[in-house]
Nanobody, 115 residues
Framework: QVQLVESGGGLVQAGGSLRLSCAASGSIFSTSHMGWYRQAPGKQRELVAAITSGGEIGYVDSVKGRFTISRDNAKNTVYLQMNSLKPEDTAVYYC?????????WGQGTQVTVSS
């Protein structure tokens, strides 16, 4: 069983920055593929960024050059640094862990970007 707890969301003006954190319980974090998803009102949940257990990274086109995903296996934590935020980045952001063919989700953290 893996439990994920996100933090770092909030209200920020356009052009600002936020850093999201996702702390994972359990001893299998280092073997987990981790991802950040977001869901805006009335829209489907989308994958924003992902980092594999081996450190391979990918981003959705809309955040390339602005967001950076990273992980600290010693702290069982994955981060999402978000710079140059835009109003269209407003959403609930969810952390996801994929390990041993099982998927785990955090409770989500709200990010609101004002224009």
């Amino acid at each position: 069983q893996v439990q994920l707890v996100e933090s770092g969301g909030g209200l920020v003006q356009a052009g600002g920055s936020l850093r999201l954190s996702c702390a994972a319980s359990g001893s299998i974090f280092s073997t987990s593929h981790m991802g950040w998803y977001r869901q805006a009102p009335g829209k489907q949940r989308e994958l924003v960024a992902a980092i594999t257990s081996g450190g391979e990274i990918g981003y959705v086109d809309s955040v390339k050059g602005r967001f950076t995903i990273s992980r600290d296996n010693a702290k069982n934590t994955v981060y999402l640094q978000m710079n140059s935020l835009k109003p269209e980045d407003t959403a609930v952001y969810y952390c996801n862990a994929l390990v041993a063919s099982k998927s785990y989700w955090g409770q989500g953290t709200q990010v609101t970007v004002s224009s």
